[in-house]
């Protein structure tokens, strides 16, 4: 049976990022336009960190019985290791997808925005279809792009549009930025995984597009947060204080040029990480002020 400790390590937390920085970037965006709801933001978070924790555990399942994380070299997988058994990680898994459910529709109930039941069921079919079902799309290429969908427009701007009722090119320029250097993350850590998913058949980006040219990718999608705060500038010069979080960026782009590999990735996930969450509480509280 697995300890209290391992079901956290499960929960991978140090992926939790890509689920509170849209959040605050949505936050600040509608501050920018005196709609900012604290409630609001708060069950729109309780919303993203259920989902996030719930496709981990999902993932955690589904390469568990597909043999995927066999030969892992990340961090513990609960299934794959053998400490919890496959049937309670899906428990799990949709405990999570329930919560989020809730607390999206009490959100959705609150704000009249009734027609965002359906952006919600979709989010919790993608969670369980990026490795669950007979083709999950995150075998075949689509991880990366679905988490620029959900981790950036998806949840940037739903979390703008509950408080504030409309979108404004400021809050599409946070939800590019975010979805990108989310994206950057997962190609992070499939790039670790390269070597055990091609082996494995799980056929994800890095693997289409090879180890130089994943490598490149990463680069190009940390750079986006940057550039959209010098674009975003000219309309609220505050938000050049995300550029702060390029700092903590460097380091992670250092890693993944240098052609680190295999378990010498783990601080490029966490950097990018960080440095994701920086830029989005730098950038909200320029939003703040414009």
């Known amino acids: 049976m697995a300890t209290t400790a ?7 937390v140090r992926t939790l990022p890509n689920s509170i920085a849209p959040v ?7 501050a920018a336009v005196d709609g900012f ?3 609001a933001s708060l069950l729109a978070l309780v919303v993203s960190l259920a989902l996030q924790v719930g496709v981990n555990y999902a993932n955690d399942y589904s390469d568990g019985i597909r043999g995927t994380d066999d030969k892992r070299v990340g961090p513990l997988r609960l299934v794959a290791s053998g400490v919890a058994p496959a049937r309670a990680v899906l428990t799990a898994a949709f405990l999570c997808f329930g919560v989020a459910a809730v607390a999206g529709l009490v959100l ?4 009249g925005h009734w027609w965002l039941l359906s952006v919600g069921a979709v989010s919790v079919a993608a969670a369980w279809f990026y490795t669950g079902g007979p083709r999950p799309y995150g075998y075949a290429g689509w991880g990366e792009v679905a988490v620029f969908v959900f981790f950036g427009p998806v949840a940037v701007l ?4 509950v408080q504030a009722g409309a979108l404004t090119w400021l809050g599409v320029g946070g939800a590019v930025a975010l979805g990108c250097i989310s994206a950057s993350v997962l190609v992070t850590n499939n790039l670790r995984d390269l070597p055990t998913d091609s082996a494995s058949g799980k056929i994800t980006m890095a693997v289409r597009l090879g180890d130089r040219r994943t490598r490149t990718l990463f680069v190009v999608l940390v750079a986006v947060p940057f550039v959209v705060s010098l674009v975003a500038a000219i309309w609220a010069p505050w938000v050049l204080l995300g550029l702060l979080a390029a700092a903590l960026v460097v380091p992670a782009v250092r890693k993944v040029v240098g052609g680190a590999t295999g378990m010498a990735l783990i601080p490029a996930l966490r950097d990018t990480s960080f440095a994701m969450l920086a830029w989005a509480v730098l950038t909200s509280v320029g939003l703040a002020f414009t």
Do not use: D, E, K, P
């Open 24 to 30: 605050i970037v949505g936050a600040g965006a509608a």
């Open 108 to 111: 959705v109930a609150l704000t």
């Open 6 to 12: 391992q079901w956290v390590a499960g929960a991978r």
């Open 158 to 161: 739903g979390t703008l549009y």
């Open 37 to 39: 709801s604290w409630w």
